[in-house]
């Protein structure tokens, strides 16, 4: 399981850092202001949206689940 979190871990910041910059503040530092232009489509924001939140609440199921096995010494 621990395995599986650390890929969830990575696989969620990637898609995090996907997220189009909502403007003002480290995305735009970084040229996330050239990217606002090209833009993505509403379909494709509210697919990586779905995405990434089933993968967040994904994450968080598995760090209670591994939690409690430690607690109870599963593990």
Do not use: C, Y
């Amino acid at each position: 399981m621990q395995i599986v979190l650390v890929l969830l871990s990575v696989l969620l910041t990637l898609l995090i850092l996907m997220h189009r910059g909502k403007g003002g503040g480290l995305s735009d530092m970084f040229g996330g202001g050239l990217t606002q232009n090209a833009g993505t489509s509403g379909v494709a924001e509210k697919n990586l949206n779905r995405w990434t939140v089933i993968i967040a609440l994904l994450w968080v199921a598995i760090v209670i689940a591994l939690g409690l096995m430690t607690k109870f010494g599963v593990i």
